[in-house]
Nanobody
């Protein structure tokens, strides 16, 4: 069983910063890509940023230059540093990871999601 637990959301004023964390736990054999998605009310979930196992990153155009994704492989944790936040960044942010787990007869690779953390940017 794998769990992704997010933390770090909250209320911040425009121009402010927040750092989200997501820690994976369970019978983990390896973690491949990790990423952050967000979903605003009435909108579809969208990719914010992703990072591969070797550190290659990808960002949505709307957050380039403001957000930075990183990971600590020793801690099975991915981070999202969000700077210069705007009201349009308000959303529930979800952690996502493609994880290989040890099974009785081998390994299994699947996609996992965190429970989501609310980020609200408002004055």
């Amino acid at each position: 069983q794998v769990q992704l637990v997010e933390s770090g959301g909250g209320l911040v004023q425009p121009g402010g910063s927040l750092r989200l964390s997501c820690a994976a736990s369970g019978s983990i054999f390896s973690i491949n890509a990790m990423g952050w998605y967000r979903q605003a009310p009435g909108k579809q979930r969208e990719l914010v940023a992703s990072i591969t196992g070797i550190g290659t990153t990808n960002y949505a155009d709307s957050v380039k230059g403001r957000f930075a994704i990183s990971r600590d492989n020793a801690k099975n944790t991915v981070y999202l540093q969000m700077n210069s936040l705007k009201p349009e960044d308000t959303a529930v942010y979800y952690c996502n990871a493609r994880i290989t787990t040890a099974q009785a007869l081998g390994v299994l690779t699947a996609e996992y999601w965190g429970q989501g953390t609310q980020v609200t940017v408002s004055s």
